[in-house]
């Protein structure tokens, strides 16, 4: 037999087997170099390609000989099955590389998945050392929106007022000690002084339940008229008041 002779029966690739992950590995770069249709095989050409490529495999370690062993059973099963004629009744029925098919192309898809992923470590690891977090601005509270209601405001005023009250082991019922329009006039005050002043500051130098309760009694009530603006970060956040801004003319 003549040199080019024995180079068309073995085909026309030298493979490495080294440099494949696998038997699907393997058997899609046959597929792929000959611009084979994946949904056409010649599984006859293929079978032969693929069993010349593991004729090595006796120098191997027996899991790793074993996939490929297994896939070359199975290549020469379907060689088989489309060798067979097919029945009158039958010539609709499923391809016998149809599984084989789907297997490839699940397979490829992968691949380039974990391709690109690789690559995208590559790039990020270019960019930046090993444990690098991007530092994110924090927000500034003062700028965000009200984003609660009035009556989650009202129970943690409550809330405040009777931990500032919780020393007390008798509770005794009192008269109205505070008016609600001399907490208007402290409010005002206060905003008089500073653009922005915490509920918690109006009520701290009082320390009783009372005060509390005028208190916010008070900023509703100069919120409901416009002079001043009230605003919470988020639930059971700080209580800020702020100075309304003028009307512009």
């Known amino acids: 037999m003549t040199g080019a002779a ?22 899609l770069h046959l597929i792929r170099n ?9 599984i006859a050409r293929i079978t032969q390609q693929f069993l010349d490529a593991i004729r090595t495999l006796e ?18 099963r379907i060689k088989a099955q489309m060798l067979f004629p097919r029945r009158v009744d039958d010539e609709e029925g499923e391809d016998p590389r149809a599984d084989l098919v789907r297997r490839l192309l699940e397979y490829e898809h992968f691949r380039e998945a974990a391709r690109l992923l690789e690559h995208a470590e590559r790039e990020r690891s270019r960019l930046f050392a090993r444990g690098f977090v991007e530092v994110r601005p924090a927000p500034r509270l003062a700028d965000l929106p009200l984003d609660t209601v ?11 007022a009777e ?17 609600m329009e001399d907490k208007m006039d402290e409010i005002a005050a206060a905003l008089h002084h500073s653009r922005r002043v915490e509920f918690a500051q109006l009520v701290a130098p ?4 009372i005060h509390a309760v005028a208190s916010l009694l008070a900023c509703l009530e100069m919120a409901k008229r416009s ?12 209580l800020w008041i702020y100075r309304s801004r003028p009307r512009e003319g």
Do not use: C, N, Y
């Open 59 to 76: 120098r191997w370690e027996l899991e790793r000989a074993g996939e490929f062993l297994e896939m070359a059973a199975t290549l020469v």
């Open 163 to 179: 931990r500032l009250g919780a020393e007390e082991p008798v509770h005794t019922v009192r008269g109205r000690e505070v008016k």
């Open 206 to 209: 009082w320390g009783t339940r």
């Open 6 to 27: 024995e180079a068309a029966v073995r085909g026309p690739f030298e493979i490495d087997l080294e440099r494949f992950s696998g038997p699907l590995d393997l058997l």
């Open 227 to 238: 002079m001043v603006r009230v605003r919470q970060a988020a639930p059971f956040a700080s």
């Open 34 to 42: 000959q611009d084979v249709d994946i949904f056409d095989i010649p």
């Open 150 to 160: 009035w009556e989650e405001v009202w129970s943690a005023a409550v809330r405040m």
